[in-house]
Nanobody
Framework: VQLQASGGGLVQAGGSLRLSCTESGRQYSTEAAAWFRQATGKEREFVAAISWTGGLTYYGDFVKGRFTISRDNSRHTVYLQMNNLKPEDTAVYYC????????????????????WGRGTEVTVSS
């Protein structure tokens, strides 16, 4: 399984970017997907996740309505629309997917991520 992330770049504070992550290598994937990020000198941080159907979405607390995760399963692609970007959003953004998706007793995503893309760099200038 390969995950190819793209769409990063340099943007001014308040601007927008849309990241894409395309999966290849498994024909009948019905798994969740997620975005994480890691800034220089910091630990990796959860950004957002989405179930296979798109009916369940989750966001890190810092997102506060600025980011939207979505997917187009016909294109095997997951998107992260990022609006109102801030300098503290500067990081390398990674997409991830599980070998198999697990849900907890309440029907919420509760899964580990086994596959990781190389990352796409986002830099937000002030």
């Amino acid at each position: 399984v390969q995950l190819q992330a793209s769409g990063g770049g340099l943007v001014q504070a308040g601007g927008s970017l849309r990241l894409s992550c395309t999966e290849s290598g498994r024909q009948y994937s019905t798994e969740a997907a997620a975005w994480f990020r890691q800034a220089t000198g910091k630990e990796r941080e959860f950004v957002a996740a989405i179930s296979w159907t798109g009916g369940l979405t989750y966001y890190g607390d810092f997102v506060k309505g600025r980011f939207t995760i979505s997917r187009d399963n016909s294109r095997h692609t997951v998107y992260l629309q990022m609006n109102n970007l801030k300098p503290e959003d500067t990081a390398v953004y990674y997409c991830a997917a599980p070998e198999r998706t697990y849900y907890n007793g309440n029907g919420h995503l509760s899964t580990n991520y086994d596959y990781w893309g190389r990352g796409t760099e986002v830099t937000v200038s002030s």
